[in-house]
């Protein structure tokens, strides 16, 4: 079964830290570029950060960057994003999408470009 599987949320203060990670399963991570997304109560689902297939450059959402740092683990076919300096509008629940591109252009952060969803991983900021 080929699916992508969300780990590593949490609660946590605003001003900490969190890893998240997403692993693959029944397929090989190497040849996708990857998306963490996130939804937060009410809002609709928006596009995080994106590390392309090809180089492993990244790109990220102008909220986040500074901040969140996405990497890749090839061997481990796992995806990672290092989210520091947590406020509370980062709650949400983080998904982790498989792009068939071989880098993160233009329209990476486009939910309708994503043909299925993991569970996802709550991420809660609060004190």
């Known amino acids: 079964q080929v699916q992508l599987v969300e780990s590593g949320g949490g609660l946590v203060q605003p001003g900490g830290s969190l890893r998240l990670s997403c692993a693959a399963s029944?397929?090989?991570?190497?040849?996708?570029?990857i998306v963490w997304f996130r939804q937060a109560p009410g809002k609709e689902r928006e596009g995080v950060s994106c590390?392309?297939?090809?180089?492993?450059?990244?790109s990220y959402a102008d909220s986040v960057k500074g901040r969140f740092t996405i990497s890749r683990d090839n061997a481990k076919s796992t995806v990672y994003t290092q989210m520091n300096d947590l406020k509370p509008e980062d709650t949400a629940v983080y998904y982790c999408?498989?792009?068939?591109?071989?880098?993160?252009?233009?329209?990476?952060?486009?939910?309708?470009?994503?043909?299925?969803w993991g569970q996802g991983t709550q991420v809660t900021v609060s004190s």
């Open positions: 029944g397929f090989i991570l190497d040849y996708y570029t």
């Open positions: 999408a498989a792009l068939n591109t071989g880098r993160c252009d233009s329209r990476w952060s486009e939910v309708d470009r994503v043909g299925s």
């Open positions: 590390i392309s297939r090809v180089d492993g450059s990244t």
